[in-house]
């Protein structure tokens, strides 16, 4: 069973910044792709950034420019670099992976790290 551990979260003022990091129990290079979503009280779980085995990135409109995904291949973590964070970021954030094999396509979740910023 495939593990995803997450770890870098906290409480923030708003302009700041945070690192989040996720450790998979495999390779962070099996996946297909890797990735961040988000969820807000109240809201539904969305993506905030991803990354492909590939090293293709992809982001929500809403931290473009902000926010940087990208791999360390010698800690096997991917990284969400998140910067002049703001209150509407607050969210729980889950690290997402995913795979395809010959016997069909899974998805695995970390337990989520909390995010939180505000004054």
């Known amino acids: 069973q495939v593990q995803l551990v997450e770890s870098g979260g906290g409480l923030v003022q708003p302009g700041g910044s945070l690192r989040l990091s996720c450790t998979p129990s495999?390779?962070?290079?099996?996946?297909?792709?890797m990735g961040w979503y988000r969820q807000a009280p109240g809201k539904e779980r969305e993506l905030v950034a991803s990354?492909?085995?590939?090293?293709?990135?992809n982001y929500a409109d809403s931290v473009k420019g902000r926010f940087i995904i990208s791999r360390d291949s010698a800690k096997n973590t991917v990284d969400l670099q998140m910067n002049s964070l703001k209150p509407e970021d607050t969210a729980v954030y889950y690290c997402?992976?995913?795979?395809?094999?010959?016997?069909?396509?899974?998805?695995?979740w970390g337990q989520g790290t909390q995010v939180t910023v505000s004054s």
């Open positions: 997402h992976a995913r795979e395809s094999n010959w016997s069909g396509q899974y998805v695995y």
């Open positions: 495999r390779s962070i290079f099996s996946f297909d792709t």
């Open positions: 990354i492909t085995s590939r090293g293709s990135t």
